[in-house]
């Protein structure tokens, strides 16, 4: 059976905001409080480690809202389960962010 | 993939775009731009998020994919490890400059230790040897002479340079007693020489055995095989990978009669 990765605080931030559905750049910056420096290359490292993947919007939609199309994030099965390890080792990190109001 | 029109962004993000653009890999690179074309975009066009600045985190996600793509090259490689190595003999020789404080005087100290080096270094050379690991490796095809040769020099390489830092690191060791105590210096000296070579040298055959035998990359992702209860009926132990597909290795847990040593398997025979 494979274990699943210990994460940094930073970086079980991170994926857990991604759970939660922010799934842009500047979203999770603006939830969590990181600053770009740390956010942009955690979620490469986190897509690498393949605890999240990324997709890109659908060209028509951006099109249609005439502006480009964005670079999202998603997280995986794996990633699921190390959120699920994280909030069990850091058990404030539930709160320290809010569910995304769809 | 079009190329998106920066002349949309403010002029110093479009800069700094244009600047970090450089660093990023090529492969990478048109992905990159893309993306922080979108982001930067959104970020403009969003009076709410005005404060924020993503400067920061384009310079460092386009480093981090430079550094990213030189880890995934170099990880593991021959001339990671043999620069590795002569980079610590020139951070031991810097040590020894430090410490007498001029260029001659560490070559003359150097000097005249050599002679003790090129006597303790054959007899070091050859209880290695004698001690070395005696599990060998099986080819699993016809031997391959060239992948043998390159083997041979990687080792002889490999060894020579850590006899070489093995010597400088045992002579700045004891340096700076050698004024005051020359005698118990020279002696510390060989012994702290002969440690070193021979955990070296024990290193060293066991990192050649866990590299490809065709492009001597370290081996990657360890598997456990089999189950250890099972051992008088199948096979169980650990296969290795190597990350250009070139074979694999599997090291039995346990000396069988039926299984006594590792065996390297080379992808085309796996295929054939």
């Keep these: 059976m494979l274990s699943t990765p210990r994460l940094s605080h930073t970086a079980a931030l991170i994926l857990k905001a991604i759970s939660l559905g922010y799934c842009f750049g500047f979203d999770i910056m603006e939830v969590t409080g990181l600053p770009s420096g740390t956010?942009?290359?955690?979620?490469?490292?986190?897509?690498r480690d393949g605890l999240a993947a990324s997709k890109w919007e659908a060209e028509d939609k951006a099109t249609a809202d005439n502006?480009?199309?964005r670079r999202y994030y998603e997280i995986t099965k794996a990633g699921k389960a190390a959120a699920l390890a994280a909030t069990e080792r850091y058990p404030l990190l539930a709160r320290l962010l809010p569910e995304k109001s769809r | 993939m079009s190329h998106p029109n920066l002349h949309d962004l403010k002029p110093s993000d479009r800069t700094l775009l244009m600047l970090m653009e450089r660093v990023v890999p090529a492969e990478d690179r048109a992905d990159w731009l893309r993306t922080w074309y979108a982001e930067l975009w959104h970020l403009r066009h969003n009076t709410r998020r005005a404060n924020l600045s993503l400067s920061i985190g384009l310079m460092r996600d386009a480093l981090w994919l430079r550094t990213e793509s030189w880890r995934r090259a170099y990880t593991g490689?021959?001339?990671?490890?043999?620069?590795?190595?002569?980079?610590?003999c020139v951070i031991a020789t810097f040590i020894s400059f430090a410490i007498t404080g001029s260029a001659r005087e560490t070559f003359l100290y150097y000097g005249v230790r050599f002679p003790h080096f090129l006597i303790g270094a054959p007899f070091v050379v050859l209880v290695s040897f004698a001690m070395s690991p005696t599990r060998h490796v099986e080819q699993g095809s016809s031997a391959r002479l060239r992948y043998w040769w390159k083997r041979q020099f990687f080792f002889s390489a490999k060894a020579s340079l850590l006899l070489l830092l093995s010597f400088l690191f045992s002579a700045d060791l004891f340096e700076a007693i050698h004024g005051a105590y020359p005698l118990t210096s020279d002696l510390l000296e060989i012994v702290a020489f002969v440690i070193l070579a021979l955990l070296g040298l024990?290193?060293?055959?066991?990192?050649?055995?866990?590299?490809c035998k065709q492009c001597l990359r370290s081996l990657t992702t360890p598997s456990r095989v089999g189950r250890p209860s099972h051992n008088l009926l199948e096979w169980n132990g650990t296969e290795l990978l190597c990350r250009d597909g070139h074979g694999s290795l599997s090291v039995p847990e346990m000396e069988t009669s039926w299984c006594q040593s590792s065996r390297w398997v080379y992808q085309d025979s796996i295929a054939s």
């Design chain 2, 77 to 88: 490689t021959v001339v990671l490890c043999l620069v590795t190595l002569a980079s610590l």
């Design chain 1, 67 to 69: 502006r480009p199309a």
């Design chain 1, 39 to 47: 956010v942009y290359p955690a979620l490469r490292r986190l897509e």
């Design chain 2, 202 to 211: 024990r290193w060293s055959f066991l990192d050649q055995q866990t590299r």
